[in-house]
């Protein structure tokens, strides 16, 4: 099993920026990507980013393109969201997860291990 655990949320105002982290232990070699989703009260969980652990590929939904960068710390088994100008649109509640398939990771059904979450929230 991967275990991931996130950090970095909080409360910040409208155009401004949050780091979070997500840290993975466990079988992490069986990891190929991890991807950052959201959910907001009242509505599915989206999809927010993803990367590849060996090439580093990234992949964004359009709501946050040009606004969010994803990375990773190999060495540290750790990935990172920098999210910048924030929007209260952005409110909710932010779990990284974990996938041993390269195709679909827009998809929530790919992922085998989620987080358990770090409530963001943005006011206006």
């Known amino acids: 099993q991967v275990q991931l655990v996130e950090s970095g949320g909080g409360l910040v105002q409208a155009g401004g920026s949050l780091r979070l982290s997500c840290a993975a232990s466990?079988?992490?070699?069986?990891?190929?990507?991890v991807g950052w989703f959201r959910q907001a009260p009242g509505k599915e969980r989206e999809f927010v980013a993803a990367?590849?652990?060996?090439?580093?590929?990234?992949y964004y939904a359009d709501s946050v393109k040009g606004r969010f960068a994803i990375s990773r710390d190999n060495a540290k088994n750790t990935m990172y969201l920098q999210m910048n100008s924030l929007k209260p649109d952005d409110t909710a509640v932010y779990y990284c997860?974990?996938?041993?398939?390269?195709?679909?990771?827009?998809?929530?059904?790919?992922?085998?291990?989620w987080g358990q979450g770090t409530q963001v929230t943005v006011s206006s």
């Open positions: 997860a974990s996938t041993a398939q390269v195709m679909g990771v827009m998809r929530t059904s790919t992922y085998d291990y």
């Open positions: 466990g079988r992490t070699f069986s990891s190929v990507a």
């Open positions: 990367i590849s652990w060996s090439r580093g590929r990234t």
